[in-house]
Nanobody, 123 residues
Framework: QVQLVESGGGLVQTGGSLRLSCVMS????????MGWFRQAPGKEREFVSC????????LTADSVKGRFTISRDNAKNTVYLQINSLKPEDTAIYYC????????????????WGQGTQVTVSS
């Protein structure tokens, strides 16, 4: 059984930075593509970024490109999301997700989800 546990969220001021982490257990981490998604109150879950199992391929949403960076450390079974230049509109619950094989932007294609970590950006 795959388990995903996110951490690193919090309350930050506009322009601040956070690094979100997500640790996976239960399966061979490098066999899974990982994605980060977010959901703001009253909105649908939104794709943020995803990364291949090897870490050699990534995809990031245009809305956050240049500010958000996804990476992974397969030795630590951990995927990261570095978030810089935070804006109030980045306020959301951030979720990591895992799927075997190749990465995908569609949240419906992910098999496993973490519980989420809250990011709140004050203006």
């Amino acid at each position: 059984q795959v388990q995903l546990v996110e951490s690193g969220g919090g309350l930050v001021q506009t322009g601040g930075s956070l690094r979100l982490s997500c640790v996976m257990s239960g399966r061979t981490f490098s066999s899974y593509a990982m994605g980060w998604f977010r959901q703001a109150p009253g909105k649908e879950r939104e794709f943020v970024s995803c990364i291949s199992g090897s870490g050699g391929s990534t995809l990031t949403a245009d809305s956050v490109k240049g500010r958000f960076t996804i990476s992974r450390d397969n030795a630590k079974n951990t995927v990261y999301l570095q978030i810089n230049s935070l804006k109030p509109e980045d306020t959301a619950i951030y979720y990591c997700a895992a799927r075997p094989g190749s990465w995908n932007m569609n949240p419906g294609m992910y098999n496993y989800w973490g519980q989420g970590t809250q990011v709140t950006v004050s203006s």
